[in-house]
C-alpha cells in the first residue's frame, strides 16, 4: 500500500521511507562502506567518529532527525554533509539502523527453514545451546537472541567466536591442591569461590584456598571453524534462523 503510493507519487527523492527491503540494506552497506567506513569503522565500531555499533544516538533517533544528520551533517563536528540523493540516503540509513537494532527488527536474507535444519543438524548447535527449552545447557541460551542481539554480533558469534566472550565463558583450567585438574569455562569467581562449569555442563565449586593455579585459556569454547565445516549458504540461512529467534513470538 505505502509503496504503492511511493510509485505513483514517483518522487524519489520525497524524505518519506518506503518499506525497507533486504536489497536497501545491501544497497545500504555499499553506501557506508564508500562514504562513511573512514570514520565510522568497517563494521561500525567507530574511529573518527562514535561507534554505531552501541551508541544510543542511532536507536534514539527518528528517522527525520537521523536523515538530517545524514544529509546536512552535524555543524560544528567533523561529520559531514553528503551530496548523495536522498533513496541512497535511506539505504545507508537503513543499513545504520540495522548495526544497533534487534536483528529480528530488520530485513535478513536468508531461507530460515533452511537455517533451522542446519542448526538442529549439521551444525550440531544444540549439543550445547537451548531454544525454548530445547537443547543443552553450556552455551548461552538463544531462545531470544535475535531481540538481545543486532545481525553483525550474531553474525560474529557465530564466525569469529573468540573475538568477544560472553561473560561467564572464559575457558580455564584449575589445577586443584589434591592433584585433581579441573577444565572447563569460569561462570563465577570471586576471591574465595570458583564455579567452573566443565564440558558435560556440571558445576564444580571450588574454595580459591584448594586451587594450586589457576589458568585462564585463550578462546571461546565455542567451535571457531564454522567458515569451514559449512557452506556460505548454510552461513546464512543459519543467521537468518537465528535472527528471527524471538521469546515473544510475533512472526
Ligand atoms: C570525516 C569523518 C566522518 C564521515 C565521513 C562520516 N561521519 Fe558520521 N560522524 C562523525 C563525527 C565526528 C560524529 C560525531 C559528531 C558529534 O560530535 O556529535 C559523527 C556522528 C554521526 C552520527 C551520530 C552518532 C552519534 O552517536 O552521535 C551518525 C548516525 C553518523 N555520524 C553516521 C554517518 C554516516 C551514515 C556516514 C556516511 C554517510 C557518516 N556518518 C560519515 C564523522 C564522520
Ligand atoms: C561446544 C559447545 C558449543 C557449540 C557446539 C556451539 N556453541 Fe555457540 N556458544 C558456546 C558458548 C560457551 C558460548 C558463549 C561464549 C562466547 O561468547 O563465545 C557461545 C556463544 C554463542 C552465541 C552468542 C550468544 C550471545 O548471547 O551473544 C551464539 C549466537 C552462538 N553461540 C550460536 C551457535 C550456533 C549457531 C552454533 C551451531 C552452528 C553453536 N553456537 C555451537 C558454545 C557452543
Known sequence: MRILL????????????AP???????????LYMSSCAGCHGLSGEG??????????AVSRSTDDVLFQALKFGLAGTDMPPTNLPDEKLWQIMA?????????????????????????????????CHAIAGKGGV??????????????????????????RIAPGYQRA???????????????????YNYTLQDGTGELHFVKAVD??????????????????TLTAAERRDLIKFLSRQSARGEQ
Open 6 to 17: 511511493w510509485l505513483m507519487v514517483g518522487a524519489v527523492a520525497l524524505a518519506q521511507r
Open 95 to 127: 543499513y545504520v539502523r540495522g548495526l544497533s537494532a534487534p536483528a529480528y527488527e530488520i530485513p535478513v536474507e536468508g531461507d530460515e527453514k533452511a537455517g533451522a535444519a542446519v542448526y538442529f543438524g549439521k551444525g550440531g548447535c544444540t549439543k
Open 173 to 191: 583450567t584449575l589445577h586443584l591442591k589434591s592433584g585433581k585438574t579441573l577444565e572447563g569455562v569460569l561462570r563465577d569467581y570471586t576471591t
Open 138 to 163: 553450556f552455551g548461552s541460551d538463544l531462545t531470544s537472541i535475535g531481540h538481545q542481539r543486532p545481525l553483525n554480533l550474531i553474525r560474529e558469534a557465530v564466525l569469529d567466536p573468540g573475538r
Open 47 to 56: 574511529g573518527r567518529g562514535p561507534n554505531l555499533m552501541t551508541g544510543r
Open 20 to 30: 525497507l527491503k533486504q536489497e536497501d540494506v545491501a544497497a545500504g552497506r555499499q
Open 211 to 228: 586451587v594450586a593455579d589457576q589458568r585462564i585459556l585463550p578462546g571461546s569454547p565455542m567451535p571457531g571453524n564454522y567458515r569451514e
